[in-house]
């Protein structure tokens, strides 16, 4: 066989398809070579060889399977059974278990070692994880994949010798992430998911891969139910562009879709009061006061706030909807407080749509500059590859107001004051311009001059004074990303952040032009799993119609307004005035998965079906269009969103529309492939810094907003 140069015996075997067993190896983690279940013989070679430590040579000879090896393999499963409890019958991990398997496989039918077995009662204190001590083998890949792999460092052995364990530190609740890689990672029972334990056996799981309905990363997850309820997901190696990762979220947050607040049937407000009705009443109900606000206002009366979580054939549906039947431009979404606004500043910068953030885009760059984000709260998996990245070599530079997990591993950290990035990124290029530094042809890009003249009276002395940063970090973080050859740009631009704006996308957006980069530096994720999907189906404004900042927080300014898959009131800033804006409205219907803040103030809930229930398709960060599977059936009455929506058009207009699903889908593909090819071109923008003060004598405190999954 033929491999790269440098590859271990056991990837090697692996990646075509020759098993050698092993306990403490996972390619994703350094060489351990602790377990000794993957040793191998290799012809020369006097003793066997660790296969997951021994890098391959040309012309070596080896053998994986001797009479040799199963009697090392045996001898070291002895050892490894000396302590573990003979409870296989009643393991949550039984069916799935590493240890068992090869104890089937290699293990011989007694035992010649003897001691007492070890008796810890579980560490069941942490939320969603639970350590077993007596299920543990030591293989430390817990250990490791928390620390190298996720950053965290969350878990640690403990002792020496037999009384070694799996701990947090000193003894302490387990305080992570909670990403659970930890459980899916662990060969034996020894760490366990407690959602998922003593609720279902393995064996009797029907599992699906589906995509996560969360962030805009797009992970692949396998989804395990039973008696057609989700009681499990969890990453699989190999599996989906996240290779098998997961986050928190995705791995424990599906729960919720069996919620109290779950809404299973149409509700009509009457008198401040909600009473189940029937669907046709409810969509009868709509078409009543619709109709009456047309006849009154005319259809510029009426909006419509998309989803940026709901599929492309969803938010597809409430755009022909609103512009067909209704015939109104009005539609919107979150999006236009958050991702929406990167639009505007590659448009003028670049002239292109935002750029395609691809996964694994931090690897091989010399720098990552991380601007005013938490990009492993609100992107968990792809700052997985920031970590990796730095781990391999890139220098990573985090410009932010707060401590995250990326300022402990970054090379250096810039603890700015909160909101005045865009002064920090205005200076750097003050200092790239008067070192000459720029990229040489920069003279030929437009608003060049405009942009060194409103740099003119840009001070380090200044800048550091506003920004918390001295002057001699200023300058030295602008020579290191002068000096770069290969740079990479990252900052989130999402819908309840205040400490960036827009403005920072431009300071931004010309540091990138100003050393010659093009769009594709500047990665800007998408907010949601499908934030990019709902922008190509049509969820944006007509030219001369309101848009969600009119329709959510100008009062008088629409009478009607049909919210899908959103909660504005619970997720967007300024409550108050959200509410005074939706309660002066003459009629709100409201179609989600649960009855949310803004449900509560809605004439009409309709109940929509949740992600799993219903089939679809999105767009992830990286521009791949993904389908979701319907795994189970709607709870209650709810039905998929799409659905909803063509009955109430049919309702409305009766007549024929969209059939079925696949129809739906077909359509949709046709609007999205529609694109125009872009010529990347290049204009300077410059940005004004705006108030310098941080805060007054009246006010001394600043609220610091930021977005999470």
Known sequence: MEVDRGVNILKAALDHGIYIPHFCYDRRLKRFGGCRMCLVEVEGRRWPLAACSTPVKDGMVIKTDTPRLRKSRQFTLELLLIHHPLECPVCAKAGECSLQDMVFKYGKPETRFKRLRRHEPPDVRGPLIELEANLCILCGKCVRICSEHQGRGALGLIGRGFDTVVQPAFGEVLECDY????????????????????????????????????????????????????????????????????????????????????????????????????????????KENIERIKKQWGPEAIGAIGSQRCSNEDNYMLQKFMRDVVGSGNIDSSGHFGFFRSFEVFDRCFATPPPPVMLNSPLGKDLILLIESDVTSTHPVFGLNILQAKRQGSKLIVIDSKETKLTWHSTKELRINPGKSVHLLNAMMKVIIDEKRYDENIAEIPGFSELRESLKDCTLKGVSTITGIPEDDIISTAREIAEAKRRLFIMTLNSTENDKSIKTAYAAANLTILLGCGAETLQIPSQYCNTKGMYRVGIRPDNGCKDA???????????????????????????????????????????????????????????????????????????????????????????????????????????????????????????????????????????????????????????????SI
């Open 179 to 286: 990403c659970g890689q930890c459980v899916d990672i662990c060969p034996t029972g020894a760490i366990a998911n407690k959602i998922f334990k003593y609720r279902a056996r393995a064996w009797y799981l029907d599992e699906k891969r589906n995509i996560c309905p969360f962030c805009s990363v797009g992970c692949t997850m396998v989804v395990g139910t039973m008696e057609s309820k989700i009681v499990r997901s969890r990453g699989l190696e190999g599996v989906g562009i996240n290779d098998g990762n997961l986050c928190g979220r995705g791995r424990f947050a599906f729960d919720y879709i069996y919620s109290k607040n779950r809404l299973r049937e149409p509700m009509i407000n009457r008198h401040g009061r909600f009473k189940s009705v029937s669907w046709d009443d409810a969509l009868t109900y709509i």
């Open 549 to 707: 900042f009119n329709m959510l927080y100008e009062i008088g300014s629409i009478k009607a307004l049909y919210i899908m898959g959103d909660d504005p009131v619970g997720n967007l800033p300024d409550q108050k005035k959200l509410k005074e804006t939706l309660k002066a409205l003459d009629f709100l219907i409201v179609q989600d998965i649960e009855m949310t803040e803004t449900a509560m103030m809605a004439n009409v809930v309709l109940p929509a079906s949740a992600w799993s229930e219903k089939e679809g398709t999105f767009i992830n960060m990286s521009g791949f269009k993904q389908k979701m599977e319907k795994i189970i059936e709607p709870e209650g009455k709810s039905m998929p969103d799409w659905k909803i929506l063509r009955n109430l058009m049919l309702t409305m207009i009766d007549k024929e529309t969209i059939k079925d699903f696949h129809e739906l889908e077909n359509e949709v593909d046709r609007v999205i492939k529609r694109s125009s090819p872009y010529e990347q071109r290049k204009v300077f923008h410059p940005i004004e810094c705006g108030d310098n003060e941080l805060h007054d004598s009246e006010f001394p405190y600043l609220l610091v907003l930021r977005d």
